[in-house]
T-cell receptor, first 115, second 110 residues
């Protein structure tokens, strides 16, 4: 158990809908990362937050947004969902988010299926 | 071309075998490299971290980086069924950006 929690574990929804994925980082970790994992693309970095502020953006679509709250939990909002958004969404956390020589701890993921 | 390339496998070996997992990368900006292990239906977990060319050993695992040829390897000695997982090669540049390979699926047969 990494100490990172994600809810829900599974989510089934329809095209055009909007969903919110939630992540609680490990106690003491200030940085949260969101990743998307699909069979054809592998694990793709979406966005990073550090202590409530956006730090870095990766391959995140404009239909997707995220935020980190004062209690450091984070939410990833996915809107106008398309079939291709079906994937595993992982949250990871680290202490200060410097990347080098710092471990990112991954949560168990949310499996999203868009029908 | 993806920045980090791995053979997806699957790779099946008998228990006790030496496993060699390989990865190539194209981004010269990568400063450090990692191997993550991902069990089925679980999140990835960090296995090895290397910052420079050469070898790094941790128990049964050895990570090898050759920056001149942009080639990364992970060796597993005395492989166990519990090593059955997908192994993700990762390149890192700067303070946060990690680039993951698609992973190699390994099965160790008892």
């Amino acid at each position: 158990d990494s100490g990172v929690t994600q809810t829900p574990k599974h989510l089934i929804t329809a095209t055009g809908q909007r969903v919110t994925l939630r992540c609680s980082p490990r106690s003491g970790d200030l940085s949260v990362y969101w990743y998307q994992q699909s069979l054809d693309q592998g694990l793709q970095f979406l966005i990073q937050y550090y202590n409530g502020e956006e730090r870095a953006k990766g391959n995140i679509l404009e239909r997707f947004s995220a935020q980190q709250f004062p209690d450091l939990h984070s939410e990833l909002n996915l809107s106008s969902l398309e079939l291709g958004d079906s994937a595993l969404y992982f949250c990871a956390s680290s202490v200060v988010g410097r990347g080098d020589q710092e471990t990112q701890y991954f949560g168990p993921g949310t499996r999203l299926l868009v029908l | 071309q993806k920045e980090v390339e791995q053979d997806p496998g699957p790779l099946s070996v008998p228990e006790g075998a030496i496993v060699s997992l390989n990865c190539t990368y194209s981004n010269s900006a990568f400063q450090y490299f990692m191997w993550y292990r991902q069990y089925s239906r679980k999140g990835p977990e960090l296995l090895m971290y290397t910052y420079s060319s050469g070898n790094k050993e941790d128990g049964r695992f050895t990570a090898q980086v050759d920056k001149s040829s942009k080639y990364i390897s992970l060796f597993i000695r005395d492989s166990q069924p519990s090593d059955s997982a997908t192994y993700l090669c990762v390149g890192g540049a700067g303070s946060y950006q990690l680039t993951f390979g698609k992973g190699t699926k390994l099965s160790v047969i008892p």
